[in-house]
């Protein structure tokens, strides 16, 4: 399960029918990797640090990307793409940021902070897509071959 | 303000006291001289005659007098002691006077010594000389003046004055004296004995004491020009010596005169005796011949007068030996001539004329009466010559004296008419240069009185204590002059300003810089005011301050209304933060009130058109036609919701963030801006026409905007014509620039031109052209933030041109 783990996808979404947009995209795109979920900031910065619940986590197994959207209760999505870009082993996760709206101060602050990409929602396949190409992650998380499982 | 004049000098206070010393020390030794009759203590002069017991009493009474005057500030009984001892003196001058001209004889001479030595042919020989009486009189009066302190203005000339003329004697005597001693007594010009010369050196001691006395009360200055003092001095001089000269020509002449006239008698004497001897010779002769007695009778009284005669010449020419000695032989002569007359008168008359006329004829009596004379006529010639000498001399001084005598006068009288002069051409420059002073002093005045009406003056010494206040100065201060003269400034030291201030203040005027600033003051009643202050320091020749005059002028109120101001402005300004922080906060809202409307009001919209696709993309086969077409109008409606929350924010967007202001290529947005356009309107055919487009100063990305939702209008609503036609450009209008963009579309009718900018106003409904109608209102936001103006023309279907400036100078 070893490999599994290093492929999952880790998607903080705190909205129910986004997220379910969301994980309907990514499955007609066909993308098989195992999907972790997160509901708000602080979830998701304890699943990525191994904190509370996710104790038992070894920190080196990073998720293979993230889908973070950046209005979310507790810690908001800009917070957890900090703390994720100022740790020195969480750095190397290619986060792509989910927004609504193409607030300019959001994009602008994100990519000042290192995001590695950006999608407006809904999630179209069309747009993933572009934002998974640009990271070269693509095939990576597309059409997974069978032997990575072995 | 003048530094008071030194205090006087000790040096000469103690040149006084010393000329005091002198003198009663003098005037001690002698009369103890006289009292032990030790004979050299009365001798100030070893072999000069003695110092009269009076005149030593003055000197003593003098010098002590003197002496009890020059102790730094006399006390009471020291000067009344000093005025009695000078009372005492000036009575010794003033009643030897008196003694004199009234001859009268009081006996003070001999009030102290007794057995003054008589010397021939004085009356008085303890009595001073009448000079030597005034020369006290002058003395004792000036120190009695001094020692009443009688008024300042009559005090000082006439002690001075004297103290001058006892100096000037004692010279003049003492002058005489040493040019009798060197070129005989003819040139002794006042007659000086060598005891007088003792009494001279003890008044011009006395003399020089009192003007040292006067010169250490600073009492003599003297500012007659150095010209006018010598004319002075040397007419006085010449009037001294004129006099000195007639004096003594006159005692020459009174001399010769009586010279002459002993002269006369010692002739007269001679002729007697000559007429004595002949009367005996013719006596003796007759009696020889006729023999009668009666001849004889009268013989012994001529030959006792010729006698007398003989003892009259003898005493006469007592001065003259060789007279004296013609005298002798002469006694001896006749005596030999009476002997043998009486000789012939016994022969004649015992023995009878025979025997006498024999005997007359051998004998020696006329051998002797030639002899006798002989020596009469040259005795009488001897006279006659030497009374021709004294004539001459007589004649030689009357001519001299009657020809020095005006001489000296006129000489004097030149002398001191050009002294008089010379004081009165001194006194005019005075009196103009006093003139001059006097209105240079008015100016002086004027300018202080002016001063003094428009600011607060003080004076200060070095240390800072106040030396003057003028009225304006006690009124602010609310202190009376009294009060504030000898206090320094901390009396009205408000301690409003910090300690460096001060000190900043003393070293700048301490270094003789002119300070100025502000200060605050504190007045006697506790109430503050402000002054604009300028202390102007005032050096001494070695550059070290002396005082400090300092103006200043009340600026209470200005500071007060400076005070007002400040804080009204203060108050403004929080007022202004409190607004600014409103508006802030409002801003803040309005902004996390947008946030939430992009994020969160679009949240339904998404699961709406999410879903909405879901469903036709999973269901689409199973659902019928219809079903289909709905659900397309929901995820439309959507959508259009979608974009009108976007223009919302946009525009709420462009209200809120701050302007970039820089230099705009006009023409590059506008290209930019229509590239963009025409990739959506690529198949329709337009004619673009673009013109000038002038650089202008503005947001670059804001004017694309506006560049971008005019240019989109046109190409919307000329989307109907065959041939679309937009104009794009500048022209110039009262110096600005307006930009326009015109096409040949739909257009509109002018009387729904005031509604075009409204947000969400539209002239068209959707069907007809798609839109939200917050285009327009962005554009008129964005220029009216740049200062400018926009505004249409239009007409159905005949198109429409928007104008649009970027404000006063916004235009370059």
């Known amino acids: 399960m070893k490999a599994a783990n290093a492929m999952e996808i880790l998607v903080v979404e705190d909205n129910p029918q986004d997220l379910e947009l969301t994980l309907r995209a990514l499955r007609k795109a066909n993308v098989s990797n195992r999907i972790q979920l997160a509901r708000d900031g602080a979830e998701a910065l304890d699943y990525i640090f191994c904190e509370k619940d996710y104790e038992a986590r070894r920190i080196e197994d990073t998720p293979k990307l993230i889908l973070l959207d950046l209005k979310l209760p507790k810690v908001d999505g800009l917070e957890v793409l900090k703390k994720i870009k100022q740790d020195e082993r969480t750095r190397s996760i290619p986060v792509v940021v989910l927004t609504s709206s193409k607030e300019q101060r959001d994009v602008v602050e994100s990519y000042r902070i290192g995001v590695n990409s950006y999608v407006v929602k809904p999630v179209d396949f069309e747009g993933f897509a572009a934002a998974v190409g640009e990271l070269g992650l693509y095939w990576l998380l597309l059409n997974q071959a069978p032997k990575m499982d072995a | ?812």
Request: net charge neutral.
């Open chain 2, 1 to 812: 303000m003048k530094i008071p004049p030194a205090n006087s000098p000790p040096r000469l206070r103690v040149v006084a006291q010393l000329t005091g010393v002198v003198s009663y020390l003098l005037g001690a030794s002698t009369l103890i001289g006289w009292w032990l009759k030790i004979d050299a203590l009365t001798r100030l002069i070893p072999g000069s005659g003695p110092l009269k017991p009076s005149i030593a009493a003055g000197f003593f009474l003098s010098g002590a007098s003197l002496s009890l005057l020059v102790i730094q500030n006399p006390g009471k009984l020291a000067r009344v002691l000093s005025a009695v001892l000078a009372a005492f003196v000036t009575a010794l001058g003033a009643l030897t006077l008196i003694e004199y001209l009234f001859n009268w004889e009081i006996g003070i001479d001999e009030f102290l010594v007794r057995s003054v030595p008589a010397t021939a042919g004085v009356a008085n020989p303890g009595r001073m000389l009448p000079t030597t009486a005034f020369c006290f009189l002058l003395t004792g009066s000036a120190l009695l003046f001094e020692a009443i302190q009688i008024r300042r203005r009559l005090r000082a000339p006439i002690v001075a004055a004297h103290g001058a003329v006892l100096v000037a004697i004692g010279v003049l005597a003492i002058g005489g004296f040493t040019l009798e001693r060197l070129f005989g007594p003819r040139w002794n010009l006042l007659g000086m004995s060598l005891s007088g010369v003792s009494a001279s050196i003890g008044f011009l001691v006395l003399g020089a004491g009192l003007l040292a006395l006067m010169r250490s009360q600073s009492r003599l200055s003297w500012i007659v020009d150095p010209v006018t003092t010598s004319g002075f001095v040397l007419g006085i001089f010449a009037a001294v010596l004129t006099t000195a000269t007639a004096f003594t020509f006159a005692k020459q002449m009174l001399e010769t005169d009586q010279a002459v006239g002993h002269r006369q008698e010692v002739l007269r004497e001679i002729q007697q005796c000559m007429t004595g001897m002949a009367e005996l010779a013719s006596g003796e002769r007759v009696y020889a011949l006729v023999g009668n007695e009666a001849l004889l009778t009268d013989r012994k009284k001529t030959s006792a007068a010729v006698k007398e005669d003989l003892e009259s010449l003898g005493l006469l020419t007592v001065k003259d030996p060789a007279q004296q000695q013609l005298l002798n032989q002469l006694r001896q002569l006749i005596q030999q001539r009476i002997d043998w007359e009486e000789k012939v008168i016994t022969v004649r008359r015992q023995q009878g004329e025979v025997v006498v006329a024999r005997m007359i004829g051998t004998g020696p009596g006329l051998h002797l009466s030639e002899q006798i004379s002989g020596a009469l006529k040259k005795m009488e010639n001897d006279e006659y010559q030497r009374l021709g000498n004294d004539r001459a001399r007589a004649q030689s001084a009357a001519t001299a004296t009657f020809l020095l005598l005006p001489v000296g006068v006129f000489v004097s009288l030149a002398v001191l008419g050009i002294a008089v002069f010379f004081l009165n051409a001194g006194l005019i420059d005075r009196a103009k240069s006093e003139r001059a002073l006097r209105e240079s002093l008015q100016q002086i005045t004027d300018l202080q009185t002016a001063l003094d009406e428009h600011a607060i003056v003080a004076i200060t010494d070095a240390q800072g204590k106040i030396t003057y206040a003028n009225d304006k100065f006690c009124a602010i201060s609310k202190f009376s002059r009294e009060e504030l003269i000898g206090q320094d400034h901390r009396v009205i030291n408000s301690g409003y300003h910090p300690k460096e201030f001060i000190r900043g203040l003393w070293q700048t005027i301490g270094r003789g810089k002119t300070w100025q600033a502000e200060m605050k003051n504190r007045a006697k009643d506790g109430s503050y005011y402000w002054v604009d202050t300028t202390i102007v320091p005032f050096l001494t020749e070695d550059g070290k301050p002396h005082h400090y005059v300092a103006i200043r002028a009340d600026i209470t109120e200005r500071k007060r209304i400076e005070e007002e101001i400040r804080h009204l402005n203060a108050e403004l300004e929080q007022r202004v933060a409190q607004r600014t922080a409103e508006l802030e906060a409002a801003n803040k809202e309005l902004e996390s009130f947008s946030y939430s409307v992009s994020h969160d009001l679009r949240a339904p919209l998404r699961a709406v058109d999410g879903f909405s696709q879901a469903v036709l993309e999973d269901f689409g086969p199973q659902l019928p036609e219809e079903g289909q077409h709905y659900l397309q109008t929901i995820r439309a409606g959507a959508q259009r919701m979608g974009n009108l929350i976007d223009d919302l924010l946009t525009f709420s967007r462009l209200s809120r963030l701050p302007l970039d202001k820089q230099q705009v290529d006009t023409g590059r947005i506008v290209r930019e801006a229509l590239a963009e356009l025409r990739e959506q309107e690529n198949k329709r055919k337009i004619k673009l026409r673009l013109g000038k487009l002038p650089m202008c100063e503005g947001d670059p990305a804001l004017l694309k905007q506006v560049w971008l939702n005019l240019l989109s209008n046109a190409l919307k609503y000329t989307r109907k014509r065959e041939a679309a036609r937009i104009d794009v450009g500048s022209q110039s209008e009262n110096g600005n620039i307006v930009y326009f963009v015109a096409d040949n579309g739909t257009g509109f009718e002018m009387q729904y031109a005031g509604k075009l900018f409204g947000v969400f106003q539209r002239l068209h409904r959707p069907d007809e052209f798609e839109g939200t109608g917050v285009g327009l209102a962005i554009v008129q936001r964005v220029v009216h933030r740049h200062g400018g103006r926009v505004w249409a023309q239009a007409e159905p279907d005949h198109g429409a041109t928007f104008y649009f400036t970027l404000g006063n100078g916004a235009n370059s």
